[in-house]
Every structure is written in structure tokens, then in C-alpha cells.
């Protein structure tokens, strides 16, 4: 059923406040007399008393009782009038008087019984609407400033001195020849920190070791390596079916020299972090990213070396990578740059792509953001997995990401570091639609391709087909 056919019911309180006239009272049949708060009697009066001394003995009692609910009426007063000033000293000046600090929200609590999981629902509901609502109210897109290109190069000088700004002609991967000036003998890869940390990369650069020289360029008494970029990225999301499509390109001959799906170097390495809660690390340098696609720009000059032989195939060899970080993971920034005052990324990962490669093609696969959580969740929890736990952390996280949004935009949110570590699900992951939107105002609508996980899976052979077109490649053999 859909958020828009959801509809509110107040439960009617019923009225079960009675009259004294009204108490039923049963009938003297005979035996003693039913007594009430009026038909008081001491049950220690003497039996002699004169009965002219019982209406006051009635009146006495009657006024004790009446001080009772004086005194509990001002001691209840008294702790309300306590406990709404405890409240309003700690209140933050910007928030409601009685909405709690994001980062101090309570668990929810997933209650077995059936009438009060109702209400808990129901008011999830509402929850949710009123986050759907307010993210609506929020969707008058604005377009991001694109940091000028100048500003983008002089982050990072080095990078855009080692990649030139045009690449070999006849070739179908961006790739360049770079001037090789260190000893025959040296090792290229022993210094390269993927290979410290890949066991399968440490093989391909052991091969790649073999005969390195006869692979070199030569050209007017120097020599050249030829280097290249990715031809393609899969960019996102993830738990959206991107490591599936990666090795089932893989599988085509044009593609098939490919070594790392996700070296995650545009949106983390290159800045010195692996892991964001492990602090900065090292920096990977760009030669260290570079050396991932060797092989196919070993292959591919083989194929610029054999040309005379009329086998142009190896010009069609294309590389790429598929890091699922690319699309979403802005976070760097705000480890670099803490004490900026900007509320969203200065520059984002696309910024950085498009000025070195301003043709790439960007491949995005998407599902139904619910089932990508759930997902999530399950891959990345480490134990006590149950769909009440993933419940209560959706709800913690949705109050999170709405009390952010009554004070920021909705772009604001969605990179907003801080947010994505409190909340103990990434919910904002789920927010395609803004990073969509910042990828395109880099690149072309024709350079990037979205697919869905659901139409992937009902009929494989038709999107890889798509994927193959885009890429200008045939079929499988």
C-alpha cells in the first residue's frame, strides 16, 4: 500500500468518569447494609454512643481525606513544575521545546504485543509521511555551483601533471605513453600500496615484472610506458548487483584484463584513508592507481607494436573499474577540511573525473532503496541480525535524517558526515535522486547509463546487452 493511501484514525477515548448517583448499589435484602462513602459508620463506635455524635465522627473523617487530596494535588504540582523547568533550562534554543538532540534519541523499542505494535506502527507511519513530506517540500532542486576547472587542478597539482589532457588517438581506452626514466632493474611494483594489500593484484604485478622492458616504447633515444585510465566506472550503488556485472564483463574478450573491482581511490585512498573510522593511513599516489591497468596497457601496446599485422583488436581493449563509492562517497572532505564552514563537499569525486577524463562513460545500477537497506544492513552487521533490529535502526535513523532536514538542505544531508556516522544504518545512501542529479551537472546524459537490480535480474541477457551497447562492444564470442 502506498504512503498516499495511508490514512490517520484517532482512537475515541471512552468517557469512564461516573457519577456517585450512578455507582451501582444493590438493594438491602435483609442482611447488612451495603455501605458507602456516605453511609459511613465507625465500626468501633460504642454501642451506647448517642447517634447525635455520628453525623460529626462522619464529618471528622470526611475532612481528613479531604487533606490527603490537597496534599497529593500540590505534591503532584510541585514535581510537574519541576520537571517542565528541568526541560526548559535545557532547551535548545533552536529545536521544538520537547525534540530531543540527534545524537541522544533513544532506541525504539519493538513491543510484542499486538494492540501496542499497532500504535508503534501507526506512528511510524506518521514518521514516515512527515519525512516524505518534508523531503518533498525540499525537492525544488537547485543546481550545485560547479567548482571551476582551475580551482578543481590547484587541490591537486600532481595529479593533473602526471594524466595530460590528451590521450593517444586510434585507441579506444584513454590511455598516454609516460616518460620512462629509472633503471631497467628497478621495481615498479614493490612500493605499490594496493599490491601490500591485494593478494590477486601482487600476482598480475609479479607477471607483469616478466620482461618489462621489451614492453617499453622507444622513441628518439627514450623510453615510454604506456599508461591509461579507466575506459568505464561503475560507479554505484552498493548492494545494487555491481560486482555481479563486473565479472560477467570480465568475461568479454575486450574487457577481460581488468585486475580491481573497487579500489576506491577518487573518494578515499587517494586523500590516505581505507576506512574513514581508522583515521588517515597513507596516500595513494596516482602512479599506485595507474599500475592497476598495466595489464591491458600491456596488451594494448602489444597490439600498437603488432599493427603492421593488421590485428587491431588489442585497440579495442577498454578498462575500467567498479567502485562502489564512487557515486555517493564525499566524506574526505570534511575529514580534510574540518574546520571549513561549508554545509555541503566543495568538490565532489565527479569534479575530479570529468577534468581528467571529460569522456568517461558511468555506469550506475539502482534498486528499490528498502531492499538495498535491508541489504545493507545484513552485509555489514556483524551480529544479532533480525528484522526487529533493522526496524529500530531505520526508525533511529529516519529521526536522525529529519531532524537535520528542519535545519539544513536536503543535499546538505545526504553528504553530511557527521549524520552518516550517527546514523546506524546509511538510510541516505537511498537519496538517488541528489547524487543523480550533482553527476549530471559534470557529465552528459548520453555518458551515463542507469540500470535497475529488479530488470537485471528478470532478464540478464537484455541489460547486459544494454551495458554492451554503451560501451560499443560486441557480443560475447
Not at 521545546?97 to 513491543?111: D, G, N
Not at 576547472?149 to 586510434?170: C, K, Y
Request: proline share 5%; aromatic share 12%; with cysteine.
Amino acid at each position: 500500500m502506498s504512503l498516499s493511501h495511508c490514512k490517520y484514525e484517532s482512537n475515541t477515548q471512552t468517557d469512564h468518569s461516573y457519577s456517585l448517583h450512578s455507582l451501582p448499589i444493590a438493594e438491602n435484602d435483609g442482611k447488612s447494609p451495603v455501605r458507602t462513602f456516605f453511609h459511613f459508620r465507625h465500626t468501633n463506635l460504642p454501642e451506647n454512643l448517642d447517634l447525635k455524635w455520628a453525623p460529626l465522627l462522619s464529618l471528622t473523617n470526611l475532612r481528613g481525606i479531604s487533606k490527603i487530596k490537597v496534599v497529593s494535588f500540590l505534591v503532584g504540582l510541585t514535581l510537574t513544575f519541576l520537571i517542565l523547568a528541568s526541560y526548559i533550562l535545557t532547551w535548545d534554543k533552536k529545536g521544538l521545546l520537547f525534540t530531543p538532540s540527534p545524537y541522544q534519541l533513544r532506541p525504539a523499542v519493538i513491543t510484542s504485543n499486538t494492540a501496542a505494535a499497532d500504535v508503534s506502527s501507526e506512528k511510524n507511519l506518521i514518521n514516515m509521511k512527515l519525512l516524505v513530506k518534508i523531503i518533498g517540500s525540499k525537492l525544488e532542486y537547485t543546481s550545485r555551483k560547479v567548482p571551476d576547472e582551475r580551482d578543481v587542478i590547484a587541490t591537486d597539482s600532481h595529479l593533473f601533471t602526471t594524466i595530460p589532457r590528451q590521450f593517444l588517438p586510434g585507441i579506444k581506452s584513454p590511455c598516454w605513453y609516460e616518460q620512462f626514466s629509472s633503471k631497467l632493474t628497478t621495481d615498479l611494483y614493490k612500493k605499490n600500496l594496493f599490491t601490500l594489500r591485494s593478494k590477486s593484484l601482487k600476482t598480475v604485478c609479479d607477471h607483469l615484472r616478466t620482461n618489462f622492458h621489451q614492453h617499453l616504447y622507444h622513441r628518439d633515444g627514450k623510453r615510454f610506458r604506456l599508461r591509461c585510465l579507466p575506459y568505464f566506472y561503475i560507479i554505484g550503488q552498493p548492494k545494487c548487483g555491481t560486482t555481479d556485472l563486473f565479472h560477467r564483463l570480465l568475461l568479454h574478450p575486450e574487457v577481460k584484463f581488468n585486475t580491481m573491482k573497487e579500489p576506491h581511490w577518487w573518494t578515499r585512498k587517494r586523500f590516505g584513508y581505507i576506512r574513514f573510522k581508522d583515521g588517515f593511513q597513507e596516500s595513494f599516489p596516482v602512479e599506485d592507481y595507474l599500475d592497476l591497468f598495466d595489464l591491458a596497457a600491456r596488451n594494448i601496446q602489444g597490439g600498437i607494436s603488432r599493427n603492421s599485422s593488421g590485428d587491431e583488436s588489442p585497440l579495442r581493449f577498454i578498462t575500467g573499474e567498479a567502485s562502489a563509492s564512487t557515486m555517493w562517497d564525499n566524506q574526505a572532505w570534511s575529514y580534510l577540511h574540518e574546520y571549513r564552514e561549508e554545509t555541503e563537499p566543495p568538490f565532489l569525486a565527479q569534479d575530479f573525473i570529468h577534468t581528467v577524463q571529460p569522456r568517461a562513460k558511468i555506469i550506475i545500477m539502482l534498486r528499490d532503496p528498502v531492499e538495498r537497506l535491508y541489504s545493507d544492513y545484513l552485509y555489514f552487521k556483524m551480529a544479532n541480525k533480525s528484522a526487529e533490529d533493522f526496524h529500530q535502526k531505520v526508525t533511529e535513523s529516519i529521526q536522525l535524517f529529519q531532524f537535520c532536514l528542519s535545519e539544513r538542505s536536503l543535499r546538505s544531508c545526504v553528504y553530511n558526515t557527521s549524520l552518516s556516522n550517527a546514523m546506524p544504518v546509511r538510510l541516505n545512501l537511498g537519496m538517488y535522486i541528489v547524487f543523480l542529479l550533482d553527476w549530471l551537472t559534470v557529465f552528459h546524459r548520453e555518458q551515463i547509463l542507469v540500470l535497475r537490480l529488479e530488470d537485471y535480474a528478470a532478464n540478464q541477457k537484455v541489460t547486459i546487452k544494454k551495458v554492451f551497447d554503451f560501451l560499443s562492444v560486441g557480443g560475447y564470442p
